[in-house]
């Protein structure tokens, strides 16, 4: 089945330790993304990668960190994570290129920083 | 910058009804727009993908039209049913932004027996 997987699903932590939230996708997709979900301000894009060892940053790219070592995986790191993080994270993939590739998107980690 | 808006935030409607949602954009330089389903807890479900040279999609029971030059799209939802109480969320691919979704705040229906 084609799908995005991200582990955990839920995470509560306490400021300043390191996490990592993994994303893997088994569609051979190009591109990959983070975004966080916030009430009232819905869903904003933290970094993408359109490749292999390349990764941009988004529109709120501030406390994390992400890396792409291999293809089907996309992993988002939090240094020091901080209250302010607490929030639904998603990770999405799709082909990458010219012209429209739908979009698919994982279940979801939710984050509580205390 | 991009700004994606839909109206309203919450709508609550009885079994059977049709009903539309709306989504408006600021610029009108996209590749396509997007409507999800999210359900309580879940992730998004992707319901039509309207490309930017389309005017519509359809599939089973819904539609979505695209008005690129007035920064406009609708999902319209045919007899709707309980089932389909959720939040809606239309997304934007703008052009020279990768492949980078702008959203909406999104829809909440409610479809009451």
């Known amino acids: 089945e084609a799908q995005v997987t991200q582990n955990p699903r839920y995470l509560i932590t306490v400021t300043g330790k390191k996490l990592t939230v993994t994303c893997s996708q088994n569609?051979?997709?190009?591109?990959m993304s983070w975004y966080r979900q916030d009430p009232g301000l819905g869903l904003r894009q933290i970094y993408y990668s359109m490749n292999v060892e390349v990764t941009d940053k988004g529109d709120v790219p501030e406390g994390y960190k992400v890396s792409r070592k291999e293809k089907r995986n996309f992993p988002l790191i939090l240094e020091s994570p901080s209250p302010n993080q607490t929030s639904l994270y998603f990770c999405?993939?799709?082909?990458?290129?010219?012209?429209?590739?739908?979009?698919?998107f994982g279940p979801g980690t939710r984050l509580t920083v205390t | 910058k991009q700004e994606v808006t839909q109206i309203p935030a919450a709508l609550s409607v009885p079994e059977g009804e049709n009903l539309v949602l709306n989504c408006s954009f600021t610029d009108s330089a996209i590749y396509n727009l997007q409507w999800f389903r999210q359900d309580p807890g879940k992730g998004l479900t992707s319901l039509l993908l309207?490309?930017?040279?389309?005017r519509e999609q359809t599939s089973g029971r819904l539609n979505a039209s695209l008005d690129k030059s007035s920064g406009r799209s609708t999902l319209y939802i045919a007899a709707s049913q309980p089932g389909d109480s959720a939040t809606y969320l239309c997304a934007v691919r703008i052009t020279g932004g990768g492949n980078k979704l702008t959203f909406g705040t999104g829809t909440q229906l409610k479809v009451e027996l």
């Open positions: 309207i490309q930017s040279s389309q």
């Open positions: 999405a993939s799709s082909l990458q290129g010219q012209g429209g590739y739908e979009q698919y």
């Open positions: 569609m051979n997709h190009e591109y």
